[in-house]
């Protein structure tokens, strides 16, 4: 084996470690939320909600971008990182009840390293906000009803080629 390759495990783990260091509290929770939620479609589905929740958290403390669903005019200054931490921990707690205990415990544990006060508070309150109205959008979107496509239940399905004229556009 050449040597080039038998280096490449530690030059990754280097970069991971690297990379890790320089992680933001986005990051971090997107990496804690990873472990906890499925690799599957409402896997993803709840992703998406959290990094919605931390995104408009942020934003609306710091607005650059048009809000993805709620902007909202806290007091300045409000922390950023007890914010999107706050929200993506709501947004977890509340669709993953079984690992609230670990979500609490993480979120504890990042709220730890931020200086008590009003901009501390106002991040938390903010956060918790946010992630309730995001919660609230996507509670009837529909996720969890049945699926449309396949064959109905107790309906053997089979494949049939479409003709030319069952395709759309033609006559």
Same mark, same amino acid.
């Given at each position: ?10 030059? +990754? ?14 990051? /971090? ?17 709840? @992703?998406?909600?959290?990094? +919605?929740? @931390?995104?408009?958290? +942020? ?31 709501? +947004? ?5 009840? /079984? ?23 106002? #991040? ?29 239940? #107790? ?17």
């Amino acid at each position: 084996m050449s040597r080039v390759l038998r280096s490449l495990p530690l030059a +990754v783990g280097l970069m991971l470690s690297a990379a890790g260091a320089e992680a933001n509290v986005i990051s /971090d929770w997107d990496g804690k939320a990873a472990a906890i939620v499925p690799p599957s479609a409402a896997g993803l589905r709840e @992703m998406a909600i959290m990094h +919605v929740a @931390m995104f408009d958290a +942020v934003n609306s403390i710091e607005p650059r971008h048009r809000p993805y669903l709620i902007g909202l005019t806290p007091p300045k200054p409000t922390s950023q990182e007890a914010a999107a931490a706050t929200a993506a921990a709501t +947004v977890l707690m509340a669709l993953r009840p /079984d690992a609230a205990t670990g979500i609490k415990a993480a979120l504890a544990n990042d709220l730890a390293g931020i200086p008590d006060g009003a901009s501390k508070a106002d #991040g938390i309150k903010l956060g918790e906000v946010v992630a309730e109205k995001v919660l609230q959008a996507r509670a009837n979107d529909g996720a969890n009803g049945p699926t449309p496509i396949g064959p109905r239940r #107790g309906q053997v399905s089979t494949y049939r080629p479409q003709s030319r004229s069952d395709r759309p556009g033609h006559r």
